[in-house]
């Protein structure tokens, strides 16, 4: 299995960010967004930010930042990556990168083959993207709804452009959803939770199992296949 990044997403605790370190997570991320169970404020999620101390790249969500709070994020926290997820323009996602330096990854929203579309016009805009689900109907969170879309329409991607997959995955699916959508990287939230915005280390933990075992079992496979 080639290799790939494992996100994990809306940490806010030592312990579970510690768990997501210490079986090597390449990115851990903090939300920004007063609807979202998952929300810190400035002041929380900067001492978390710091205590990564470049263990891994940490990423800051928010949704539909205004300049005042974008300055903010780059002047105070530094974070490695600014994750995009709400209906910002490529206009809008270039003035941000231009305004802070800063590495931006912007999530758009799939739930079937039309919405993949909209890539083409982040491509060389934003430095990564990441295909999460559809918010589910009456959800008023952009992310982090535990529902998975068909990973079987990214088939056909060009894989040059790196993508994460987001959406609905935990270490049941996580298998599966790297061998049908091939993507270059994983993002989990939800899927490692006991309860709506509670990280739970044991899930953490379970995930990399989970990935771990994709792993030992790939060389087989591959060799059953040839």
Known sequence: MRAFDVKI???STPATIAAALQRGASHVGFVHFAKSPRHLDVEAMEELV???AGRAETVIVTVDP???L???????MR???LQLHGKESPERVAAIKASTGLKIMKALPVAEAADLAAIADYLGVADRLLLDSKRPKGSSLPGG???AFDWRILAGLDPAPPYMLSGGIDADNVVDAIR?????GIDVSSGVESAPGVKDVGRIHSFFDALDRLRMDEPARKARAS
């Open 9 to 11: 997403c809306g940490l």
């Open 50 to 52: 710091g205590s990564v």
């Open 66 to 68: 205004d300049d005042d």
């Open 70 to 76: 974008v300055a903010r994020f780059a002047a105070e």
């Open 79 to 81: 974070p490695d990556w």
């Open 145 to 147: 709804n535990g529902v």
């Open 180 to 184: 049908i959508a091939r993507p270059s």
